[in-house]
């Protein structure tokens, strides 16, 4: 039996979703049921459980709010994480940590490897590293997934605030010197299906091929959606958030590669499915 958590966010649910599909033995969990405020509650849900493999999607994702909310961060991303990570390696369980590239300092123009230097910038970041550096420590059948840029149908994103925006202005300032790739995640929820089948644990870049600035992808969004919406580039420094971000998010793939993954579809492609879906 595979448990997936956080089946009300966009991962969660399109993994439950897909795993539904290929008719596989699946339970989903909401923090009704696992609650990671709660650790050792959490811990002990899957310890009565047993599941044979866990995809854990729940996290706190609020990255402007973790910077005055550091303890719930820290707790739900790293200590709760950590106990799941002790639940699995004590029934054997396989486990899949959704990540980030907010681990990564930001710097330069290159994507990141893997094994790159993990500085991240803001307080999110610190509590998803929290998180990996746990799951590697305890357990040995992991894989730890960095994504990045998550937009899928259920739940708030980018495209869907893009869009929105757009039923009131004709001009709409999007920052251009934060570089990334989009995640779809029905074409995540595929690549992470397929992986909890195998034993190639480790650590694996995901994200939709290409890389964009936001403004790019705002672009591409209303040019898709034929709306007439002129971008507006600015930079980071004309839009100031209580949390950094990083300049570079850019994932090498190569991890994926190696293991004989297939990459995810171009994020112009993805963007125009989600679109018509």
């Known amino acids: 039996m595979i448990l997936v958590t956080g089946i009300t966010g966009q991962l969660g649910y399109d993994v439950l979703k897909e795993l539904k599909k290929r008719g596989k033995d699946c339970i989903g969990t909401t923090r009704r049921e696992l609650d990671l405020n709660d650790p050792d509650g959490a811990k002990d849900f899957i310890l009565k459980q047993k599941p044979d493999a866990v995809i854990h999607c729940a996290a706190y994702t609020a990255v402007d709010k973790a910077e005055t909310e550091a303890e719930a961060a820290l707790t739900v991303n790293g200590m709760a994480t950590r106990k799941i990570a002790e639940a699995c390696h004590e029934i054997g369980a396989k486990l899949i940590f959704i990540s980030t590239d907010y681990v990564f300092g ?93 034993e190639k644990y480790g650590i694996y870049h995901a994200t939709n091929e290409g890389f964009c600035s936001w403004a790019e992808f705002a672009r591409k969004i209303f040019e898709l959606s034929k709306l007439d919406v002129e971008v507006e580039e600015i930079q980071t420094a004309d839009y100031p958030t209580p949390a950094r971000r990083p300049f570079n998010s850019r994932l090498s793939k190569t991890s994926l590669d190696e293991a004989g993954f297939s990459r995810l579809p171009e994020w112009q492609d993805a963007l125009e499915r989600f679109l018509k879906s």
């Open 106 to 198: 930001g710097d330069g123009k290159e994507p990141y490897e893997i094994k790159a230097e993990k500085t991240p910038v803001n307080m999110y970041g610190r509590s998803k590293l929290l998180g990996e550096d746990a799951v590697a420590a305890i357990h040995d059948k992991y894989f730890i997934v960095r994504i990045s840029w998550v937009f899928g149908s259920n739940g708030k994103n980018f495209v869907k605030t893009m869009l929105n925006l757009a039923k009131t202005n004709k001009k709409i300032r999007v920052v251009a010197d934060q570089i990334g790739s989009p995640t779809y995640t029905p074409d995540l929820a595929k690549l992470l299906a397929d992986m909890i089948e195998t």
